[in-house]
C-alpha cells in the first residue's frame, strides 16, 4: 500500500498525539516525509513505515514501531470507512 505524500502528511497530524508538537516537517525526499516530534526526529515513508533518526542513521526504536502501526491503523480504519480510496498502481 502506497498513499500520497499529501494524504500521508494529513494521516500523521490526524495520528501523533500533541500534533501541534510536529515541527520541521520536511517533504524532499521522493517516497518519505521527516519530521521532529517531542525532542525526536521521524522519517514515515509513503508504504507507512517509520523509523526514528538519529544523525543521519535511520533506526526501528520502540516509538517508532508504534508510530508506524499507529499510522497502518488509522489509514485502515478510513479506507473501511470509505474516507480513502487505494492508489492504482
Known sequence: MDVSKDYL????FKTMP???QIK???TSDR????FEWRGQSFRV???L????????????SNISI????LLEKQ???????????????
Open 9 to 12: 502528511i494529513e494521516l500523521i
Open 18 to 20: 500533541y500534533s501541534e
Open 24 to 26: 520541521n516537517l520536511d
Open 31 to 34: 517516497d518519505a516525509v521527516r
Open 45 to 47: 515513508s509513503v508504504r
Open 49 to 60: 513505515s517509520c523509523d526514528s533518526i538519529s544523525g543521519l542513521v535511520r533506526e526501528g
Open 66 to 69: 508504534l508510530l508506524g502501526a
Open 75 to 89: 489509514y485502515a480504519a478510513e479506507l473501511v470507512a470509505g474516507y480513502v480510496k487505494e492508489k492504482k498502481k
